[in-house]
């Protein structure tokens, strides 16, 4: 069974500076995928970042980027720069394609908040 | 495009009720997913559907049933509500050609 350990439960950051939240995964699947999902207070999901388990370069979109380290199971997420407005919950997630359904296994998040 | 919509937002159920939440999106994506988020946590799957008439298990399945008669729609029935299904419901769907799954708004769910 595939397993996704977020270990921070909340984080602090100034803002303009980065943070990076951390992710660790566990699977005996060689192919994956790694997602990253931001919650705001509003509830929805918003997606932020993939990363496919054969990709070489690690996956950048904006001020987000992610730090895949394959030989660590670790899919690290680094937010640049940050804004009042990335205060949020944070949720990492593995695509499950087991039996081909290509579900999504998540963390249990981190609570991240930015102060002025 | 409206993406993928539920409805209700919000609703109170008395233990023992029923109820119907619904799920429609408009990008004919055949992959559907209904998650349930419990306070403080993050998301579990209850089912899924790999294309219409096609329908299985998640991890969570109990007390909950669903069925995918249109590539649109996705229905997750409740039939004897229980404090235990206290949470938030999300829909979400995807294609073969994409990684990302596309989120509805949520129902937030209170049994009382």
């Known amino acids: 069974a595939q397993k996704i350990t977020q270990t921070q439960p909340g984080m602090f950051v100034q803002e303009k500076e980065a943070v990076t939240l951390d992710c660790t995964y566990d699977t005996s699947d060689q192919s994956y995928g790694l997602f990253w999902y931001k919650q705001p207070s509003s509830g929805e999901m918003i997606f932020l970042i993939y990363q496919g388990s054969y990709d070489e370069q690690n996956a950048t979109e904006g001020r987000y980027s992610l730090n895949f380290q394959k030989a660590r199971k670790s899919a690290n997420l680094v937010i640049s720069a940050s804004q009042l407005g990335d205060s949020a919950m944070y949720f990492c997630?593995?695509?499950?394609?087991?039996?081909?359904?290509?579900?999504?296994?998540f963390g249990s998040g981190t609570r991240l908040q930015v102060q002025p | 495009n409206a993406g993928v919509t539920q409805t209700p937002k919000f609703r109170i159920l008395k233990i023992g009720q029923s109820m119907t939440l619904q799920c429609t999106q408009d990008?004919?994506?055949?992959?559907m997913y209904w998650y349930r988020q419990d306070p403080g946590m993050g998301l579990k799957l209850i089912y899924y559907s790999v294309g219409a008439g096609i329908t299985d298990k998640g991890e969570v399945p109990n007390g909950y049933n669903v069925s995918r008669s249109t590539t649109e729609d996705f229905p997750l029935r409740l039939e004897l509500a229980a404090p235990s299904q206290t949470s938030v419901y999300f829909c979400?769907?995807?294609?073969?050609?994409?990684?990302?799954?596309?989120f509805g708004p949520g129902t937030r769910l209170l049994v009382l």
């Open positions: 979400a769907s995807t294609r073969d050609s994409q990684e990302t799954q596309y």
């Open positions: 997630a593995m695509r499950d394609d087991f039996e081909g359904r290509r579900a999504l296994t």
């Open positions: 990008m004919n994506h055949n992959y």
